[in-house]
């Protein structure tokens, strides 16, 4: 039931996902269309705008989901430029929720998506089983890779000192505090990552910061560093402003861990070794 065949390609939805170089998935529209057994371009489009109004009603971004794309392919002797998207996870589903349900392999598809939703449910609940470290490690992940992309969008808008990009940020949500402000406080060793040493819930608000920075940079169309990096800030500040008006506690005032993520892996890799060493020497 998890495939999206079609007679000549009868390849699965997952085989035909890409990876950009920020480590984000993302599918493209004309082997989609392959996927989902549409022989024209055009008609396929059409399911494509019923799955932007989908977007759209359900107050979700489009640009977060459908990127326009243009492309160069050869037929015959000449080059002709073609339209495409770009699509997430979540445009494909929509896709397959608006396309001809008496095809087999939309019905399948719906299937697919139903049976991935019900596993990402599976995988909240598994989320409230994990230990605070190993939610530290998740999110500190997720951290990772969204400052990376937000990196990448500040660069195309302009930003070259990046020291003082990202210390707005912090500034904005740590109430006039900068990088080294923060590692000063935690008091941490030369070196040392202050990310590494944020416990979830610390973790979870720079997470946010970073995704609705890079939204904003995007949605607002912003350019130059002067007011990329004021926007940085003011993301910032809402986030900080949130947190009070829902009565949580200031990311300054959150406790940090004994332990950063870095000597925890150190721990389990050494671990590791003593238990291997403990099975050779039975």
């Known amino acids: ?16 996902k890409h990876i950009d170089e920020y480590g984000n998935e993302y599918w493209e529209a004309r082997e989609l269309q ?15 705008k019923k799955a932007k109004s989908a977007c759209i009603n ?13 492309k160069k392919v050869r037929t015959g002797d000449s080059i002709r430029e073609i339209s495409d998207y770009y699509l997430t ?4 589903y929509l896709i397959v929720q608006n396309g001809d349900p008496r095809k087999k392999v939309i019905a399948l598809g719906q299937t697919y998506f139903a ?3 019900r596993k990402q449910e599976l995988s909240e609940q598994e989320y409230e089983l994990l230990s605070e470290d190993e939610k530290r490690f998740y999110h500190r ?29 912090y500034k904005g949500l740590y109430g006039g505090e900068t990088a080294d402000d923060i590692f000063k406080r ?28 890079k939204q904003k940079i995007q949605n607002k169309k912003i350019q130059g560093e002067t007011n990329v990096k004021n926007a940085h800030y003011q993301v910032g500040k809402k986030v900080r402003k949130t947190i009070k008006e829902l009565g949580g506690t200031m990311p300054e005032e959150l406790p940090t861990p004994k332990k950063s993520l870095k000597e925890l892996e ?16 039975e």
């Open 58 to 70: 359900s107050q979700n971004d489009i640009s977060d989901h459908f990127v326009d794309v243009d």
């Open 115 to 117: 049976v991935q939703t």
């Open 141 to 169: 992940k997720i951290t990772k890779q969204g400052n990376k992309v937000l990196q990448n969008v500040a660069w195309e808008a302009g930003v070259r000192n990046f020291d003082q990009f990202h210390n707005a940020g």
């Open 186 to 213: 935690k008091r941490l060793r030369y070196r040392e990552d202050i990310l590494d040493n944020m416990g979830s819930d610390e973790l979870i608000a720079n997470s946010f910061r970073i995704s609705q920075t």
């Open 89 to 92: 996870r979540y445009a494909c």
């Open 34 to 48: 392959i996927a989902l057994d549409y022989v024209e371009w055009r008609k396929f489009e059409g399911v494509i």
């Open 266 to 281: 150190k721990e389990k890799k050494r671990l590791a070794v003593d238990s291997k060493v403990g099975l050779n020497d």
């Open 1 to 16: 039931m998890n495939k999206l065949e079609n007679k000549t390609e009868s390849k699965t939805f997952e085989e035909i």
